[in-house]
């Protein structure tokens, strides 16, 4: 079954390589190979929450977020996001970002430079929100701690919401008093700290109630009636404030931390021989052949019940979310490794699977079976 869901994009991602060799040369090829590995290891993680989410949809909602509903939101959330952050960082054109996007990476890319603090701050309060929503368990759902006594004392706290809300904001002010003080106060740039991480909160509360509003419209409307075509489109509307939020992720990952820009080869190994045109269709396919695995790799997840079977997972994604919000923080005030960046979700997902795994219950059947055969 693993392997059935996964051809697809293999074939995808080899023809995909395949052609950039034969059609733009193997420095092609090869920038493309490294960007594609980058997605493909974002859409392991990324799955692990899409799939909590698929969980709780019902068809046939659940068949379209599992199939079209999360490559085009992902694709759209890579590909329109950076521009829009430029524009109105910027006050730009529109048509002449998304022009300067395509055509002109490099110039594109300082545009997106000058615009990362506020970029930084609101990723960050919009982040640290969705990863609090675990910490402080604000749906209340029953689940075993992975990290011990903490987790188990905060995941109860009274008021999760407020907790929630109160530690981000913590987080805005803290972040904007240190970069204040290391600015002496200059008003640009304090400015762009406190007025994005306001934005996040306020972006984090909007998508929220959309998806309150959306599953409060959609409950007990699965008959098949005309009300019933009404609800399945507030499931869809649910869902794609998940997309939104797991696309946002993404973004500040690849975009503000690391500084890769989607459609821009510039960074990776091989991509500097490319022309601008040939960077952006060498970006592009990269971001689709990593939405492509996200989504197999969730439908598989939902398939075989894997955050049941592996009660850790989900911790270890919402720890990743954690981090990264901490990142973004503290990358306003200090330059933060690309390395660090690049491998810190992939141990923790991987120190989440490897405490998930029954050893104790293996090692039983293991010795009752030499036990067994011995006699």
């Not at 019902?58 to 950076?82: C, Q, T, W, Y």
């Not at 509360?205 to 409307?221: D, I």
């Not at 009404?230 to 500040?252: D, Y």
């Not at 810190?344 to 795994?357: H, N």
């Amino acid at each position: 079954m693993a392997r059935s869901l996964l051809t697809l994009p293999l074939l995808v991602t080899v023809a995909a390589a395949a052609l950039a060799w034969a059609v733009l040369g193997p420095a092609a090829a090869l920038a493309f190979g490294a960007l594609a590995l980058l997605e493909v290891a974002m859409a392991a993680d990324s799955s692990v929450p899409m799939a909590g989410i698929a969980g709780r949809l019902h068809s046939p909602a659940r068949r379209l977020f599992l199939s079209l509903g999360i490559v085009a939101g992902v694709l759209a959330m890579r590909l329109v996001l950076p521009p829009a952050a430029v524009v109105v960082g910027t006050a730009e054109d529109p048509a002449a970002t998304i022009g300067e996007a395509v055509t002109a990476p490099g110039a594109f890319a300082a545009h997106l430079q000058e615009v990362r603090p506020g970029l930084a701050a609101f990723g960050a309060a919009f982040i640290w929100l969705v990863f609090a929503e675990f910490l402080f368990n604000t749906d209340r759902a029953e689940r075993r701690s992975w990290l011990g006594s903490l987790e188990a004392r905060l995941a109860a706290v009274a008021r999760p919401r407020v907790w929630s809300l109160g530690t981000a904001t913590a987080g805005v002010a803290l972040t904007s008093v240190l970069v204040g003080s290391a600015a002496t106060w200059r008003s640009d740039a304090v400015l762009p700290v406190v007025l994005g991480g306001i934005a996040g909160i306020a972006a984090y509360l909007g998508s929220k109630r959309v998806a309150r509003w959306a599953l409060h419209g959609a409950a007990g409307t699965d008959t098949g009636s005309d009300v019933a075509g009404r609800g399945s489109w507030r499931i869809h509307l649910f869902a794609s404030t998940v997309v939104f939020e797991r696309g946002l992720v993404v973004f500040m990952l690849f975009e503000i931390l690391d500084g890769v820009y989607s459609l821009s080869g510039s960074g990776v190994l091989g991509a500097d021989g490319l022309g601008a045109l040939e960077q952006a269709a060498v970006g592009a396919a990269a971001i689709g052949v990593g939405a492509l695995f996200l989504a197999r790799l969730t439908s598989r997840l939902d398939q075989a019940a894997g955050l049941r079977r592996l009660r850790h997972l989900k911790a270890g994604a919402a720890y990743v979310l954690g981090v990264l919000a901490v990142l973004l923080w503290t990358s306003l005030l200090v330059p933060v490794p690309g390395v660090l960046v690049g491998w810190f979700g992939t141990v923790v997902i991987g120190l989440a699977l490897t405490t998930s795994l029954p050893w104790r219950a293996w090692v039983r059947r293991s010795r009752n079976g030499v036990g067994t055969t011995s006699v």
